[in-house]
């Protein structure tokens, strides 16, 4: 049985809640979170996952906010770990999806035919205010973080950053409840997926350099545990700005024409053999 919602934020009008163990912890998934907003009688999906998460989700948010009554579906950006299930929240919902426009004519893909006709908000680059309720959710830029179309989504309620793949941590659904408020020991726990994953140290910078500007109470990764608070959050912003990762780390020798032999019996590569008689 999958824990309650984490409660992000609640007030008399305003609500985030995070899933964060929908997805069984079989060692094939990578664990995710999923977020509902609520600010009166308006709802919002963030980041609802793949197919695995879907059906504990739909139940979790029934719960809480009426499936009927919701209005959108927002995508960070397009992996399945994101909007995989879109086709059954499109069928299951009236709510419309709110997703960049490099993935405008890719995401109907994840659909039966003509599914996502009139039900698409295709996000410009420079992002924007989107109306929730008596409030708004901020489409924050994001590109390249780690996809080339990809917002966050800046809640100025609560105060909280959703940040997508940016800021996520290797743990399972329990530890990621667990905010972080001393970033140095988790460091180890982000480092690995942020030097392959985001793709630039100068997108770090140009980002970090926005995020600044906002008050940002806590910011609160699709997968792992959130940072909380301004010592964290100060401290994963000095973090980006020194590190290097992507087409950083990148040269030639990431380009070799292979030679490495993929066993299919074992599902592993292994080094070429060396030729008989040499
Ligand atoms: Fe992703
Ligand atoms: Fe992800």
Redesign the pocket.
Known sequence: MPLQPLELYRDRNHACLMFSDLVEEDGQA?Q?NQFLIVDDDTGAII?PGGNLAFNELFMGMSRHFSPQKLSYIIASHA?P??IASLDRWLTSTSAQLVISRVWERFVPHFTKVGKTEGRMIAVPDSGGHLPLGRHELVLLPAHFMHSEGNFHFYDPVSRILFS??LG?SMTNGAEARVPVTDLAPHIPRMEGFHRRYMVSNKILRLWTRMARQLDIAMIVP??GAPILGAKAIGEFYDWLDGLACGVDLFDERAYQVPTAFIDPATRQARPALRAVGA
């Open positions: 990578v995710a980041d992996d770990d994101i997508g793949d996520v699709q997968h």
